[in-house]
């Protein structure tokens, strides 16, 4: 009787082993097949005329004011969105107001939207003819709007749903203790959202230095002043240059991962913390 019942045990748990493996082993097949060949692949054509070419590619006057351009545009615009997108979506949880869901949906626009057809938004809205008076465009100002408007969304939808799951009784307790809104803020609501908070903004840095599509338009992709990182390779490339494309392309990518692992440590010191 116990034999039977060890084998029934031990049965399933086998099963449960073979298809943990079986499903592992798809993942890392899918994930080497979509995104780690294709960029080992990059990274492997950057040096395919030695490390002195990748260097003199990345620092080449034109892609490296490109480079420039793009990982400080792209920090700005995530500290920005950081702050606003923590209030918009602060707002959308704790407040009820006519057209919340009008609101809701603009805030996904800019994903469901091409980024070319948001860059000739941005263009009719802020160029030369603009209905508002206003001109940003080519000007690195409008390459900030730009970058702005594709990665709001990030940042929103990541904060918002700790908001939603943040327990209220905790609010309300510090508060019956005397603590006053800024406080409460401070030393109940902040440390919650950080993480989310932090998450959104990597994805929104990450998501900026490798825009094309909203700033190619808006930009007018000029050299030295306005051309951004993504630009520059689609010139290198159409200027037979793979190789010199491929070294830019390797350092944007490095830029991403030290920003994902950077975020990665945060929250796990965050969370030792905690």
Not at 213 to 229: D, Y
């Given at each position: 009787m116990t034999r039977d019942v060890a084998a029934i045990t031990v049965r399933p748990a086998s099963r449960m082993a073979g298809g943990t493996a079986a499903g592992l082993g798809v993942v890392v097949m899918y994930l080497s097949l979509i995104v780690l060949i294709p960029l080992a692949a990059?990274?492997?054509?950057s040096m395919d005329d030695g490390p002195g070419y990748f260097w003199?590619?990345?620092?080449?006057?034109d892609a490296w004011a490109a480079l420039s351009l793009t990982i400080g545009a792209s920090?700005?615009?995530?500290?920005?969105?950081?702050v606003m997108g923590t209030i918009i979506a602060w707002v959308l949880?704790?407040?009820r107001f006519p057209g919340r869901a009008?609101?809701?949906?603009?805030?996904?626009?800019?994903?469901?939207?091409?980024?070319?057809?948001?860059?000739?938004?941005?263009?009719?809205?802020?160029?030369p003819q603009s209905p508002l008076g206003v001109n940003l465009a080519y000007s690195r100002?409008?390459?900030?709007?730009?970058?702005?408007?594709?990665?709001?969304?990030?940042?929103?939808r990541t904060v918002q749903p700790v908001l939603l799951e943040l327990d209220k009784e905790m609010e309300q307790a510090a508060a019956s203790l005397?603590?006053?809104?800024?406080?409460t803020f401070r030393r109940i609501i902040l440390p919650n959202l950080l993480p989310a908070m932090l998450s959104g903004t990597a994805l929104a840095f990450t998501r900026a230095i490798a825009e094309f599509?909203?700033?190619?338009?808006?930009?007018?992709?000029?050299?030295?002043?306005?051309?951004?990182?993504a630009v520059n390779i689609f010139s290198q490339i159409e200027g037979d240059n793979t190789t010199g494309a491929a070294a830019i392309s390797t350092v944007l990518l490095v830029v991403a991962l030290v920003a994902l692992v950077t975020l990665d440590l945060l929250q796990r010191w965050g969370k030792r913390r905690g």
């Open positions: 990059v990274v492997w054509r003199r590619s990345i620092t080449a006057p920090a700005l615009v995530a500290l920005l969105n950081l949880v704790r407040d009008v609101l809701e949906t603009i805030i996904d626009l800019p994903f469901a939207l091409p980024t070319i057809v948001a860059g000739l938004v941005l263009l009719a809205l802020y160029g100002v409008g390459v900030v709007l730009a970058l702005m408007f594709v990665t709001l969304p990030f940042v929103v005397g603590a006053g809104p800024f406080q599509g909203s700033t190619v338009l808006i930009s007018g992709n000029l050299p030295f002043k306005t051309q951004v990182a």
